[in-house]
């Protein structure tokens, strides 16, 4: 570990000198992202089955923008061009990561995203992730990078009808909505900017590598100190809400789905209908 800390104090010593200057960057990213699909009937032809899977599998392969400075950073999606007959995979907005606004210096962040048809803007305070700083290595293009572990609690997503009500022992088998998952982070000290894809910061060095669980970010390509001036202005439109109440609206949503979902299912019954479960 002590020969760990010499090497990251090298490197920023090295590079005392570029953040002297008005650092600025980009840093493109790509993610994927596994999904867990189960479906209950039988009745789906196997063809419209795979084009489905095909589908929903190139909307969790993303493009991400990290647009820096010294202090700050704005992460967003890059925008694909939807495919012909494929807008609805969208699921108005479902995994839409909107504009994501970190402040390092002031250890805050706003959100501006669209959910439901409604622009909601979260502001809130970053979340402080305790990390593990590793001696493991490896390159990442051109630059060393260095492991660091922490561990995160996130909530399950279950996307489907919820659990029939006569059914036994239903609440007991019921998943729960937090689980807690470890990350593990490859961070440069040569870019001495402690930012990272989606909320991730804090390490002493950009991170160009990061997996979750099951999703994995890769950073593709990085340019500092372009000749085109870079800003990085905190987003302003949307309703203002803190984390807490942007996660209840949306659990709200999301029950009044399920309820819509399920009384449709119900219906449905002895009718050739079948259920479809998403796990991410």
């Not at 699921?91 to 962040?109: D, P």
């Not at 700083?133 to 609690?153: D, Q, R, V, Y």
């Not at 609206?249 to 002895?270: A, L, S, T, V």
């Amino acid at each position: 570990m002590q020969k760990l800390v010499s090497t990251v104090f090298f490197f920023l010593l090295i590079s005392f000198s570029v953040l002297a200057q008005d650092f600025k960057g980009v840093a493109v990213y790509q993610s994927k992202t596994k999904l867990d699909i189960q479906l209950d009937s039988t009745q789906i032809p196997k063809e419209r089955l795979n084009d489905f899977k095909e589908m929903l599998k190139s909307q969790m392969e993303k493009k991400f923008v990290l647009t820096f400075d010294k202090f700050a950073g704005i992460y967003k999606e890059e925008e694909k061009l939807e495919q012909p007959g494929r807008g609805g995979m969208r699921m108005m907005g479902a995994f839409n990561q909107g504009i994501y606004y970190k402040n390092l210096k002031e250890k805050r962040y706003v959100r501006q995203i669209e959910s439901f048809s409604k622009e909601f803007l979260i502001k809130d305070s970053l979340k402080p992730y305790e990390w593990k700083l590793e001696e493991e290595s490896k390159m990442i293009g051109e630059h060393l990078c260095f492991k660091a572990t922490a561990t995160k609690e996130v909530r399950n997503i279950r996307m489907g009808p919820p659990p029939q009500k006569n059914e036994e022992d239903s609440k007991q088998n019921e998943e729960p909505k937090t689980k807690i998952i470890t990350v593990t982070a490859w961070y440069t000290p040569e870019i001495p900017i402690n930012n990272g894809p989606s909320d991730y910061w804090g390490l002493p060095g950009l991170i160009l590598e990061l997996s979750e669980e099951n999703t994995v970010f890769l950073c593709t390509e990085i340019t500092l100190n372009a000749k085109d001036a870079i800003d990085v202005k905190e987003p302003e439109k949307g309703k203002e809400v803190t984390q807490k109440e942007y996660d209840q609206i949306m659990e709200d949503k999301m029950k009044e789905m399920q309820e819509m979902y399920g009384g449709q299912e119900r219906k449905n019954e002895g009718g050739g209908g079948h259920r479809m479960i998403i796990r991410m």
